[in-house]
């Protein structure tokens, strides 16, 4: 265990599984109190009990984040856990393949809902009081598509580039006061133990050969660029682009 991250409260949101999963457990190995959140309650206490079997410290709250009722409510519950949030991840999205006359109107809402209005209230409710004791981290979960672009998921790719420009919006509003607001856009990930099995699929050769890293990135990986973003070793990074993408964001 390090103590990077000692005596702060990080929630991520989307944390039961994936990106989000790999991340609470990492900050809780850097010694911050992590609030795991999602909707499937399961997979929470699994988290919950896997970061206290390894020695620590793990709330789940229930969210399915679709509105800024459901984003203020889980801000509520979060706070009660240790009576502040330090460092908030906005790491829950959705992703649904598809054009765009192929987008129903509901899914689009869904994906801007999710992607956008719900970082946007969470940060609403839980930034001020960051500002107000002069320090606090926000790390917003892009993707590479946000500047490349998929015209397979038009929906998904611009809410990406419209979340790029909310974090140069809040580094710029809340940076004064000492909340810094990052941003890591991973690349393809897969899960470690499904790697292999995933290589053996001809599309997804294709996907690989097309990276200089020639490989999925891995959860902790990205992981990774999150905690540094939310330690105060990133100090000094206001409104950051961290690329975490295998070099899948390179025209």
């Given at each position: 265990?390090?103590?990077?991250?000692?005596?702060?409260?990080a929630?991520?949101?989307g944390?039961?599984?994936?990106?989000g999963?790999?991340?609470?457990?990492l900050?809780?190995?850097?010694?911050?109190?992590?609030?795991?959140?999602g909707?499937?309650?399961?997979?929470?206490?699994?988290a919950?009990a896997d970061i206290?079997?390894?020695?620590?410290k793990?709330?789940?709250?229930?969210?399915?984040l679709?509105?800024?009722?459901?984003?203020?409510?889980?801000?509520?519950?979060?706070r009660?856990?240790?009576?502040r949030?330090?460092?908030?991840?906005?790491?829950?999205?959705v992703?649904?393949?598809g054009?765009?006359?192929?987008?129903p109107?509901e899914?689009?809402?869904?994906?801007?809902?999710?992607?956008?209005?719900?970082?946007?209230?969470?940060?609403?409710?839980?930034?001020?009081?960051?500002?107000?004791?002069?320090?606090?981290?926000?790390?917003?979960?892009?993707?590479?598509?946000?500047?490349?672009?998929a015209?397979?998921?038009?929906?998904?790719?611009s809410?990406k580039a419209?979340?790029?420009?909310?974090?140069k919006?809040?580094?710029?509003?809340?940076g004064?006061?000492?909340?810094?607001?990052?941003s890591?856009a991973p690349?393809?990930?897969?899960?470690?133990?499904?790697q292999?099995?995933?290589?053996?699929?001809?599309?997804a050769?294709?996907?690989?050969?097309?990276?200089p890293?020639r490989?999925f990135?891995?959860?902790?990986e990205?992981?990774?660029?999150?905690?540094?973003l939310?330690?105060?070793?990133?100090?000094?990074?206001?409104?950051?682009?961290?690329?975490v993408?295998?070099?899948?964001?390179l025209?």
């Amino acid at each position: 265990m390090s103590t990077l991250l000692s005596g702060k409260t990080a929630l991520i949101t989307g944390s039961t599984s994936g990106i989000g999963r790999a991340t609470a457990d990492l900050l809780a190995e850097r010694g911050a109190h992590v609030i795991v959140s999602g909707r499937n309650a399961e997979r929470g206490a699994q988290a919950v009990a896997d970061i206290r079997e390894a020695g620590g410290k793990a709330d789940f709250v229930q969210a399915d984040l679709t509105s800024a009722d459901s984003a203020r409510t889980l801000a509520e519950q979060a706070r009660s856990v240790t009576g502040r949030i330090d460092i908030l991840v906005n790491n829950a999205a959705v992703f649904p393949e598809g054009g765009t006359t192929d987008t129903p109107e509901e899914v689009f809402d869904t994906v801007y809902a999710t992607n956008v209005k719900v970082p946007f209230f969470l940060v609403g409710e839980l930034v001020p009081a960051m500002a107000e004791r002069g320090a606090g981290a926000v790390v917003n979960i892009s993707s590479f598509v946000a500047d490349k672009a998929a015209p397979d998921r038009a929906a998904y790719s611009s809410s990406k580039a419209a979340l790029n420009n909310l974090t140069k919006a809040w580094a710029k509003e809340y940076g004064p006061s000492g909340v810094r607001v990052n941003s890591v856009a991973p690349g393809p990930v897969l899960p470690e133990e499904i790697q292999a099995a995933v290589a053996a699929d001809p599309r997804a050769a294709a996907v690989t050969q097309a990276l200089p890293a020639r490989r999925f990135g891995l959860p902790r990986e990205i992981a990774e660029a999150v905690a540094y973003l939310a330690s105060d070793e990133a100090a000094f990074a206001h409104g950051a682009f961290l690329s975490v993408d295998g070099g899948a964001g390179l025209a």
